[in-house]
Nanobody
Framework: VQLQASGGGLVQAGGSLRLSCVAS????????MGWYRQVPGKTREFVAR???????DYADSVKGRFTISRDNAKNTVYLQMNSLKPDDTAVYYC???????????????WGQGTLVTVSS
């Protein structure tokens, strides 16, 4: 599966951004869609995830500020980020678990990343 993320940019502290990630290719079903982020020199960290049924999970650092959602018809996952802080500055990567064909094992894929910069 190919993942194309977009929506990153420069925003002032307290502002908002909305990230999108579209999955394409040979896809039978998408199970989990999520977002991670990484600051240069640090390990990639979990931000949020959403199951196919709509259950969500968030990192403590973004709870109450970020909202993950998905449009299954469009194979797209979104991350609405509000009340952004300078500590949210990172490259954001989408992460998807999908089933390419019935009976085939699921796979994990990463998008190319989109940079979010929050100025103080």
């Amino acid at each position: 599966v190919q993942l194309q993320a977009s929506g990153g940019g420069l925003v002032q502290a307290g502002g908002s951004l909305r990230l999108s990630c579209v999955a394409s290719g040979t896809i039978f079903d998408i199970n989990v869609m999520g977002w991670y982020r990484q600051v240069p020199g640090k390990t990639r960290e979990f931000v949020a995830r959403i199951e196919s049924g709509g259950d969500t999970d968030y990192a403590d650092s973004v709870k109450g500020r970020f909202t993950i959602s998905r449009d299954n018809a469009k194979n797209t996952v979104y991350l609405q980020m509000n009340s952004l802080k300078p500590d949210d500055t990172a490259v954001y990567y989408c992460n998807v678990n999908d089933t390419p064909r019935p009976g085939i094992s699921t796979r994990w894929s990463w998008g190319q990343g989109t940079l979010v910069t929050v100025s103080s």
